[in-house]
């Protein structure tokens, strides 16, 4: 039984993966920036994802502290794992855009960039913290803090040449209707990671 859930994650993972190229493949070049057009989406969508385990884990971790149930604790540590994954992609992948449209690979003075590399650090914290302590409940308080303090950052952060939303306030439907396909297989890759982690032990559960 866990040798077919194995293959019908990788199967479902694969599935994902090629969707989103194909959906890079097929989508037009865009008039100013041509195909990196292409990065700056597959940037935005590891970026949402990344937001998204973020909020999820915050909410697993809420519900643990209502009513802590196993199942809870490891679906908020897998969602912070996953979306912590996706999250530090989204920078990686940034770094060849910001490349060709700015210059320098990294905007050390956006404050969206300083942000994005906070959020990094602080996950990979709670996580070690939580891996050494193994208290669920101590786990569940770092992660609901710090989905609560990354909702809050990403409202509070301005941008300089960094555009707030390029995508959701462009101008071209087709290429807003791209992103939302692109979204899809992206969100979905971010779960499934999250939905196999959460399947397994955790180091953060009492020993």
């Known amino acids: 039984m866990m040798s077919n859930r194995r293959r019908l994650f ?3 993972l694969a599935a994902c993966a090629a969707m989103a190229l194909l959906i890079l493949a097929l989508m037009p070049a865009e008039k100013t920036l041509g195909q990196v057009i292409k990065i700056v989406y597959l940037h935005g969508a590891l970026s949402r994802a990344g937001m998204l385990g ?3 884990a915050g909410v697993f971790a809420g519900a643990y502290l209502i009513r802590p149930r196993p199942e809870f604790i490891r679906w908020a540590v897998a969602l912070l794992i996953s979306g912590l994954g996706f999250w530090i992609a989204h ?3 940034s770094m060849p855009a910001t490349r060709l449209t700015w210059g320098p690979w990294i905007a050390w ?3 969206r960039v ?3 590399l906070q959020i990094a650090a602080a996950g990979l914290i709670v996580l070690g913290v939580s891996a050494l302590l193994k208290e669920p409940k101590f786990t569940a308080v770092a992660i609901a803090l710090l989905a609560l303090t990354i909702a809050i950052m990403a409202a509070r952060t301005g941008v300089l040449r960094h555009p707030l ?4 306030t462009s101008p071209s439907a087709s290429l807003r209707f791209i992103y939302l396909l692109l979204l899809l297989p992206i969100i979905s890759a971010m779960f499934l990671i999250a939905w196999r982690l959460a399947a397994r032990p955790l180091n953060v559960e009492m020993a």
Do not use: C, K, S
């Open 54 to 56: 973020f909020a999820a």
């Open 91 to 93: 920078f990686l992948v």
């Open 165 to 168: 939303d390029p995508i959701g």
């Open 109 to 111: 003075g956006e404050p």
């Open 114 to 116: 300083t942000m994005t």
């Open 10 to 12: 990788w199967f479902l």
